[in-house]
């Protein structure tokens, strides 16, 4: 509204006028206002070689797409995934956090589509097989489709159909957009719109699936939100870890939550969610995990007690004896003098110590009545 800075009216903005959906250019960090006014960013905004936004700046370049609109809704019967307290990621070329293969056990996990995208020879091998025999797990196998921003748009709705067909897992995550806060409103609420018109298309599998929580603002979290639940989405993942290392999880969680718990009361349903990358367990009661925290710490030595993280040599749990079946008695001094004569062995124990601490604790947490 103030100035055009995404280089459209707002009067013959799609999104500014299907109800209202963008407010306007409100946003007091635009990378392309920061870029005429003379800050450009290396990779990311015009004169470098190559700039993302050139589509949506009102300074020349490419011809702007025609935006995403909202497809027409369809329906579809769906039942709860009913995740666990906690479900741990893998990293599927890393058979170490194959932890079942240590005699535990979990009843379902997450393996990210994006690293055998990166790994052909084991994307082939996992297609050949699916998941379940390749990996030889018995739990539930729920595919995130989570994935660094540059490996998003190299794939259509086809690919991922048959990625999902051929992978067979026991659900699967609408696929994932790129959102930031401070690129232009056009830009976001285009993903916005991407993200519903897949979660429309996804309707067309049989199999269970998982709705994602994304948007560069509350605004375009309920919209998504909203328009998945009206399609029947009651499983739901909020990708979680660049919110929390920047210090703004905490109080867009809390209004996440009360969308959802609306949200289920006027469609009578019961939603669930999992915060998804966050090592760290917040001060909300019943929400669900995941992270590969468990595993990617155990390297650093840092040691979780009751969900929260140590170094190993803090007073407060060094000398506490631990009885899960990792360290059966076992102090963190005894894991720290592990440490010095087999570190491959110490950090194996304190990993499978990290994901039993992870294990332990309530059932999802449920909106609705």
Not at 104 to 111: G, Q, S, T
Not at 357 to 366: A, E
Request: aromatic fraction near 10%.
């Amino acid at each position: 509204m103030r100035g055009s800075k995404c280089g459209v009216s707002c009067r013959s903005c799609y999104y500014y006028d299907f109800r209202k959906l963008c407010a306007g250019c409100a946003i007091e960090r635009c990378l392309v206002d920061s870029c005429i006014n003379g800050t450009s960013f290396s990779g990311i905004t015009h004169p470098k070689s190559f700039c993302k936004l050139r589509t949506y700046c009102p300074i020349g370049g490419e011809r702007r797409p025609l935006p995403v609109l909202l497809p027409r809704l369809r329906k579809k019967d769906m039942l709860k995934i009913n995740f666990p307290s906690f479900v741990p990621q893998i990293d599927i070329g890393n058979r170490g956090s194959w932890f079942w293969r240590e005699g535990i056990d979990a009843p379902a996990i997450f393996v990210p589509l994006w690293q055998m995208i990166l790994n052909g020879d084991l994307l082939s091998e996992a297609l050949s097989k699916g998941l379940h025999d390749f990996l030889n797990f018995n739990g539930k196998i729920l595919l995130s489709t989570v994935m660094p921003d540059e490996l998003i748009d190299k794939l259509t709705k086809d690919d991922y159909f048959k990625l999902i067909k051929e992978l067979k897992p026991d659900a699967a995550m609408i696929p994932d957009n790129y959102t930031y806060v401070d690129a232009p409103l056009y830009q976001s609420w285009s993903q916005t719109m991407r993200l519903i018109s897949l979660a429309n298309d996804f309707l067309d599998l049989d199999i269970p699936l998982i709705g994602l929580i994304k948007g560069a603002n509350l605004g375009q979290i309920h919209v998504s939100l909203s328009r998945e639940v009206e399609m029947n989405y009651v499983s739901f993942v909020m990708p979680a870890r660049e919110l929390f290392e920047q210090g703004l999880l905490g109080d867009l969680l809390s209004h996440v939550l009360i969308m959802l718990k609306k949200l289920g009361r006027v469609n009578n349903k019961k939603l669930e969610i999992v915060i998804y990358g966050v090592g760290r367990k917040l001060g909300y009661k019943g929400i669900s995990y995941s992270n590969f925290s468990w595993f990617l710490e155990a390297k650093h030595g840092l040691y979780f007690r009751d969900g929260k993280l140590y170094d190993m040599r803090d007073e407060k749990i060094r000398f506490k004896e631990c009885y899960c079946d990792a360290c059966r008695g076992n102090m963190p001094q005894d894991l720290i003098n592990l440490w010095v004569e087999s570190p491959e062995s110490c950090k194996r124990i304190l990993a499978l110590h990290n994901l039993l601490d992870w294990l332990r604790g309530s059932k999802s947490w449920v909106g609705g009545r």
